[in-house]
Every structure is written in C-alpha cells, then in structure tokens.
Nanobody
Framework: QVQLVESGGGLVQAGGSLRLSCAASGRTFATYAMGWFRQPPGKEREFVATISWGADIMYYADSVKGRFTISIDNAKRTVLLQMNSLKPEDTAVYYC????????????????WGQGTQVTVSS
C-alpha cells in the first residue's frame, strides 16, 4: 500500500503561480512512479503529469506543457508540481497518483490516489 497526502492548493489570480506537494509513504515505495491528475468542475478526471522515481522519465499533458514542472525530492519522498502562468481553465481539484510506471499512471491503471487539493484560478 502507498499513502499519498497533497498540499499547496489555493486561490490565485490568472498569470500567478502555485506549487503543489505530495508526501508519499508506505512499503516498496521506491518502485513506484508518481503523477498528478486534475478534475475540473463538472468534468472527468484528467492526466496532468507523471515522473519516474529516478526522475529520468517525464510526461506532460499538452495543456500544461511549458507551464507546469513535475519533480521529485527523493530524500523527503515528495513529488512537487510547480504551476506557472496559471489560467482560469486550470481550476480543478488536483490529485496525486502513484503506480508501477509512468505508463500505467497515464492510463489511470489502478493508481493509488491522494485526497485531492483545490486549485482555483480567478480571471
């Protein structure tokens, strides 16, 4: 089992920045890849970004490329999502995910999930 706890959400104006953090714990954690999804109001959950635990593989959704950066702090077992140039359409509940690989995370294939953190971008 893997336990995930997100933090760092909030309200920001368009063009601003936020950094989300996901603290992970549990056994065999080092074998997992990590990622972020989001669920906008009234819409389905969608993939945002994923990173391998060794940080050698990363994927981003087209909608966030060049604005969001995913990274890992191995010592703290924490995954970060730096979000810059935020837009109102980035408003969503953001969920941290863990899975066997970046591919399974992108496919939402039996991911472990955090509880989610709200990000609201005002225009």
């Amino acid at each position: 089992q893997v336990q995930l706890v997100e933090s760092g959400g909030g309200l920001v104006q368009a063009g601003g920045s936020l950094r989300l953090s996901c603290a992970a714990s549990g056994r065999t954690f080092a074998t997992y890849a990590m990622g972020w999804f989001r669920q906008p109001p009234g819409k389905e959950r969608e993939f945002v970004a994923t990173i391998s635990w060794g940080a050698d593989i990363m994927y981003y959704a087209d909608s966030v490329k060049g604005r969001f950066t995913i990274s890992i702090d191995n010592a703290k077992r924490t995954v970060l999502l730096q979000m810059n140039s935020l837009k109102p359409e980035d408003t969503a509940v953001y969920y941290c995910a863990a899975g066997p690989s970046t591919s399974t995370i992108r496919r939402n294939d039996n991911n472990y999930w955090g509880q989610g953190t709200q990000v609201t971008v005002s225009s």
